[in-house]
């Protein structure tokens, strides 16, 4: 089953996705960015000193805050959330800080 992707938020989140150092991009294949709902809003990003690990980054105008990005993957088989607790979910307040006021 494919998942349907979205283009753009409907409304401002309570909180978002922030990736943390500990992220690795999970060897190239992470599991994160094929969970999200949202078109191209977690990107990989390579590290070509490290091959083939890298990070995600999520772009804060499309994120839309569902926690699927943490959430257990399909039929249960991925571990629950990140496996390297990249990912913490941020309230808007503190994004915004961090990247300015955010438009939807």
Same mark, same amino acid.
């Given at each position: 089953?494919?998942? #349907?992707?979205? &283009?753009r938020?409907? +409304? &401002?989140?309570?909180? %978002? !996705?922030?990736?943390?150092?500990?992220?690795? @991009?999970? !060897?190239?294949?992470?599991?994160? #960015? +094929? $969970?999200?709902?949202?078109?191209?809003? %977690? #990107?990989?990003?390579?590290?070509? /000193?490290?091959?083939?690990? *890298?990070?995600?980054?999520?772009?804060?105008?499309?994120?839309? @805050?569902? &926690?699927?990005?943490? !959430?257990? *993957?399909? %039929? *249960?088989?991925? $571990?629950?959330?990140?496996?390297?607790? !990249?990912?913490?979910m941020?309230?808007? /307040?503190?994004?915004? #800080?961090?990247?300015?006021?955010? /438009?939807?």
């Amino acid at each position: 089953m494919t998942a #349907q992707l979205t &283009k753009r938020r409907k +409304t &401002k989140p309570k909180e %978002m !996705a922030v990736i943390t150092d500990c992220c690795t @991009g999970c !060897a190239g294949s992470p599991v994160c #960015q +094929t $969970l999200c709902p949202v078109e191209n809003c %977690m #990107q990989l990003i390579h590290d070509d /000193e490290h091959s083939p690990f *890298g990070y995600i980054w999520v772009d804060p105008l499309k994120c839309i @805050g569902c &926690k699927k990005c943490i !959430a257990k *993957g399909d %039929m *249960g088989i991925f $571990l629950e959330g990140c496996p390297w607790d !990249a990912i913490k979910m941020t309230p808007l /307040e503190r994004v915004e #800080q961090m990247y300015g006021k955010l /438009e939807f």
